[in-house]
């Protein structure tokens, strides 16, 4: 097991853990977990973590225990780019002065990634087009569907910036598939595809290929059956890009 790493959820938190009253229950709460990838303790995969730099930042809203679900996968977009990840517990009125201040960073041109917008159309857009001198800030609303739901249409601090929507079926054109996550896509699995449409290629892939083997582990742990064998091209990729490998990674991605 390595140690836990230091960055903008892990910190997240930790801190709600240490506000809260009553002890958080995860479903599968008697497992014994890596404290840092959350999976069940034998089938830690820390050891493949990838950890990368990219141009794009993050900012993840999180809604209310969030941080603390061993489920929770906006916790792996800080795993692969710890420098440009920053998370917030979400408020409607009193949002974090932190995030106010990245928000009006002039570094950054933020989107609000979302799925849909069929209020404001006109805040729709499907690319990241960037002003000179800036750089993306993708917006994640990290909760149940209904949750996103609610954060979107209820945070007004984040109703001037455009709505990058991403469509599952546009993910096959980006090399990529969806996993076992209901209907909509989980958070890694959005932030992969966001990155892969702002041109970060290396940090889309890392990032979805961690996932797939968190997903695969985590789901084996719920029905306690062993990771298995298919698993091993994906640790042979993330291998790869943790030796500084680049650019040969091509359908290793599922
Ligand atoms: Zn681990």
Request: aromatic share 10%.
């Amino acid at each position: 097991m390595k140690p836990v790493p230091d960055h903008a959820v892990n910190r997240l938190r930790a801190w709600r853990k240490s506000i809260s009253t009553r002890p958080f229950l995860a479903r599968g709460g008697t497992l014994a977990r890596c404290p840092a990838c959350q999976l069940r303790e034998d089938w830690c995969a820390c050891e493949w973590r990838p950890e990368l730099k990219a141009e794009a930042g993050f900012c993840l809203l999180m809604y209310d225990s969030e941080p603390m679900k061993p489920s929770n996968t906006g916790r792996l977009i800080a795993d692969v780019l710890p420098d440009t990840t920053w998370a917030f517990l979400w408020s409607r009125t009193q949002p974090h002065p932190e995030l106010l201040a990245l928000l009006a960073d002039p570094v950054w041109q933020p989107y609000v990634v979302f799925p849909a917008c069929e209020k404001e159309p006109a805040r729709l857009t499907g690319e990241v087009t960037l002003a000179p001198g800036k750089k993306p800030l993708f917006i994640l609303l990290d909760g149940t569907w209904p949750e996103a739901r609610k954060m979107f249409n209820m945070s007004p601090y984040l109703d001037g910036f455009p709505v990058l929507a991403i469509k599952p079926d546009a993910l096959s054109t980006y090399g990529m598939r969806v996993a076992n996550c209901d209907e909509h896509l989980c958070t890694a699995e959005v932030a992969a595809c966001v990155l892969e449409v702002a041109g970060e290629l290396q940090a889309g892939q890392a990032l979805q290929l961690w996932f797939n083997l968190f997903s695969r582990r985590y789901m084996a742990g719920r029905v306690s059956r062993s990771p298995g064998d298919d698993e091993h091209h994906l640790q042979q990729a993330l291998a790869f890009i943790n030796q500084g490998g680049q650019d040969q990674l091509t359908d290793s991605a599922d």
